[in-house]
């Protein structure tokens, strides 16, 4: 199942979406997504996915007026955890509304990553961070300082910073049972998930980059900031 959360995402939810419905697979995709009260067209194409597609995206409808997350240092918590408490099957795999995929074999490589090692929780490939004007950047060198990650690491790994783009993640169902306090208080909350599941078992890395991250405007963390970026992650 893709777990993908969207908010005022209409100018880039249907190559979200386009870009895990093109995935080369030998078992069922399903798109699970989050429309979290958006004001703009996000969920009119979210209607008509649902329609073109029925067996594959099923969408869950928040509504504007019972939102109640505006004082939230992670507009959306709700939402993202909602997901992760929905989202059915054996792997799941994180995409942002406002992300893409580039990759057309990153689901099956890294289903077939997972079943070849089953003491591993999750893995992730790298992503693009793609800026206004078209510029990418390799997501996780650049925040490694150009090193390359480890094939296999442990949560020490990942505690001092979030270097996993959220976009190339994929878990294991079964090892998110529960939630720590740090879900509902911490605004960089993909990292409390990767630090969480680290507490099962190693977790790999596919070295290949499977998709893009774009820094934009209104993107939750982005675009804000440095000092309120440094405070998303601590």
Not at 2 to 18: C, E
Not at 191 to 209: H, Q, S
Request: proline share 5%; aromatic share 10%; glycine share 6%.
């Amino acid at each position: 199942c893709v777990h993908m959360p969207a908010y005022r995402h209409a100018a880039f939810l249907a190559q979200a979406i386009d870009s895990v419905l093109t995935q080369k697979t030998d078992f069922d995709v399903h798109i699970l997504i989050g429309e979290d009260g958006s004001d703009d067209a996000t969920p009119d194409i979210c209607r008509d996915y649902e329609r073109r597609y029925p067996d594959i995206v099923k969408v869950i409808y928040r509504e504007r007026a019972k939102k109640n997350d505006h004082a939230d240092s992670l507009p959306g918590r709700y939402n993202v955890i909602d997901l992760y408490d929905k989202a059915q099957g054996e792997f799941i795999a994180l995409l942002e509304g406002d992300d893409y995929w580039i990759d057309d074999h990153k689901l099956q490589a890294q289903v077939d990553h997972l079943r070849t090692h089953p003491e591993q929780v999750f893995c992730f490939t790298n992503a693009y961070n793609e800026y206004p004007g078209g510029k990418r950047v390799d997501y996780v060198r650049d925040w490694l300082g150009g090193r390359t990650p480890a094939a296999v690491m442990t949560q020490k790994d990942i505690v001092p910073m979030n270097f996993i783009p959220t976009a190339g993640v994929m878990y294991r169902k079964e090892k998110l049972t529960t939630y720590p306090k740090a879900f509902h208080t911490v605004a960089a909350l993909d990292w409390v998930l990767y630090i969480t599941l680290a507490e099962k078992g190693p977790f790999g890395y596919l070295d290949r980059i499977s998709a893009v991250r774009r820094v934009h405007e209104g993107g939750v963390i982005s675009m804000k900031d440095p000092l309120v970026k440094i405070d998303r992650n601590l």
